[in-house]
C-alpha cells in the first residue's frame, strides 16, 4: 500500500517550496550576507561545531553595534527557516517510511528532524539571549549554546542521512521489482 505520507505530495512539495524561497532569500539577500561579509566570508558560529565561549564573542566583537542588530534579526528570521527545514524533512521522512513499509521501531528515525527543529530554535533563542546581555560574558551560557548547536548539527547530519539512505532503499526496491518484472 503506497501513501502519500503525512502531508500528501502537494503539501510536501509546498514546504520544500517555501523552504528553499525562504531560505534563499534569507541566505541571500537578507541579514545573512552582511554578517558572512563582517566576518571575511568565515562561518557564523551556529554553522559549525565546537565553538567556544571565547571564539563566539571575538564574533560579537567584529560585528560591531549595528552588527549586534542584524546578528539578532537573523536569528529572530532564522527562527521560521530551522522549523520549515524539520518540517520538511520530517515530512519527507515519514513519506519515504511509509513507502517502505518501515515498522515502528524503524519510524523512530523520525526523531532526529524533530530534534534539530527544536534545538534551531533553542539555539537561536540562546544567540538572542547573550547578544541582548552583551557586553556581558556570559561564558556558562554561550558554552550551553554551543552545545546545543553541536547537538542541532549532529541531529541534522543523522536525520539528512536517514532522508539519504531511505531514498536509496527506495530506488533499490523499485529497481529490483523492476528487473523481476522483465
Not at 110 to 121: A, E
Request: hydrophobic share 50%; with cysteine; charged share 15%.
Amino acid at each position: 500500500m503506497e501513501t502519500s505520507g503525512l502531508l500528501g505530495k502537494k503539501g510536501l512539495y509546498l514546504l520544500w517550496a517555501a523552504l528553499f524561497v525562504y531560505g534563499g532569500f534569507l541566505f541571500n539577500f537578507g541579514p545573512y550576507t552582511t554578517l558572512k561579509a563582517a566576518i571575511d566570508g568565515k562561518e557564523l558560529p551556529e554553522e559549525r561545531f565546537g565553538v567556544m565561549p571565547a571564539e563566539f564573542y571575538e564574533f560579537l566583537e567584529k560585528l560591531g553595534t549595528s552588527g549586534l542588530s542584524t546578528y539578532t534579526t537573523f536569528q529572530v528570521l532564522d527562527y521560521l527557516n530551522g522549523i520549515l527545514l524539520a518540517a520538511a524533512l520530517f515530512g519527507t521522512l515519514y513519506m519515504f517510511l511509509d513507502r517502505l513499509e518501515a515498522s515502528q521501531t524503524i519510524r523512530s528515525i523520525l526523531v532526529f528532524p524533530v530534534c534539530m527543529g527544536i534545538l534551531d530554535v533553542a539555539e537561536n533563542s540562546g544567540f538572542i539571549y547573550l547578544v541582548q546581555h552583551y557586553p556581558a560574558k556570559l561564558e556558562s551560557i554561550a558554552s550551553f549554546v554551543g552545545f546545543i548547536t553541536n547537538a542541532k548539527l549532529v541531529f541534522g547530519m543523522f536525520g539528512f542521512l536517514s532522508l539519504i539512505v531511505c531514498a536509496v532503499v527506495l530506488i533499490g526496491k523499485a529497481l529490483f521489482a523492476r528487473s523481476t518484472e522483465e
